[in-house]
């Protein structure tokens, strides 16, 4: 609503589980599966600028999805964004940055897009970047986000889990989705595919872990590393899986805690990304 | 997440302008509009019991759409609902009710229902009390909510003008939903359908206030009451319409207090209906 900076919060995205879903068309490309968003997420700050510069907490970014974004409005401008959460580790960060620009910066240049436009611009920046597939449409939905069909709202169909929950997440280091994608990904697909029937069928958040747990062991993504600390949550009683893609577990309420890590913990989110003052 | 009673907060929400849908099954019968979510709303508490009974602010009230939902999910329970917005007036408190006693429902009885079949069931209920065609899915959605098509979840389609407002509102009396619904509709309708086309070409806060304005003088809607307080904050360079279906009049940010009148006021909200503890 200011005439000089444009500024949206978007929150964090976990993806338990997924599947690949390519087209030509960014708009119709993405992923089929399942997350939480959380209460930490990516705050971005738009102001015009005559060159486009990028920085993500103080230094220089070179994020794609989101100089795409603004591309796609043609405008130029100064993003800076704020983040608690690793960076390439599985929280959508680059999908936040790419919405967040999106909303902030229809809002300082009065651009008069719908929400559906922005999202869809958000999205097909970061399909055409090669950063993500689904965290978009779920970062602009909030909650719990079922992606039943993929792709930007003219053509995905979401649904969610209603509850909400305390989550603790643990980062091991980063783990690029370019090329996690750009390897063999039917084995995955399939996993995703089939978890994602089995969470429609029973939409609880105990479905949600227990189907990204056979995800991740059955997509062959765990690393030895992952697959240790999960173990250790599962030990204690708790229930962990990992983060699509990084090197991060995630476990309900005081999982991580209760085996004895040092983790971070926050919330599942209740809204979607929206315009903060 | 309580075993012994859940609890959820729903957004209130104004319409700005409507079109009426009918069709036999209730799950695409509806109405295409638009209109605002607010930050005050509905807090409905579910507790499981022999017989189904609800409250509204600490006195027994007969809400139909409530009991409707019980019914459909097979439950009986005590509902206490609580709100700080006049009732009968435009705020879509039966749509509250109907949507909050789902999701709590859901909660305390693990029901195991997905947020769209409990959004489903919701708008089913209104919309066969006949108390209300649009604004379950929009508090459903949170935000300023465009409703393209009509319809639950499986059949609607929504957007949103991505922007916030400060709001405030003055209520002037009760207005029936269903004596207005079940009166000559066609000019209305046909009202309802040019103020969307004009959003969806241009979707920002002037263009709903607008258009709602215009809704409202050409759907033959506004008592004379209404129509003068309107004026008022419109001769003070304000912005107020009046809520669909209420006697109530709302302005953009002080627009009500501007004009000399003692109003109430709040904010747009960010999110749709959630679960709180």
Known sequence: MSDEVGRAFVPGHITGFFSIHEDDDPERAGSRGAGLT???????????????????????????????????????????????????????????LALGTAFAANDVFGGGRSENELVTIAHGAEVEAGTGLGDVVAQARGGIPIRLEPGAPAHNRLDGVPTRANIEYLSLGELSTAEVLSGSTTRLSEAGVEALVALVNEPTMETFMEQ??????????????????????????????????????????????????????????????????
Chains 1, 2 share one sequence.
């Open 38 to 96: 959380l209460s930490e997420g990516v705050t971005v700050t738009v102001e015009p600028a005559a060159e486009t510069s990028i920085d993500l907490n103080g230094e220089f970014a070179a994020v794609e999805s989101g100089r795409r974004v603004l591309d796609d409005l043609d405008l130029t401008a100064r993003i800076s964004a704020e983040t608690t959460l690793p960076l390439g580790a599985g929280f959508g960060i680059s999908g936040a």
């Open 212 to 277: 990204s747990n056979e995800f991740a062991e059955r997509a062959e993504l765990l690393t030895d590393e992952v697959r240790d600390v999960i173990e250790d949550v599962h030990d204690e009683g708790g229930q962990a899986s990992m983060a699509m893609l990084g090197k991060t577990v995630f476990a309900l309420d005081s999982g991580l805690s209760d085996a004895g890590y040092d983790a971070n913990a926050c919330r599942t989110h209740h809204a979607g990304a929206t315009l903060i003052e």
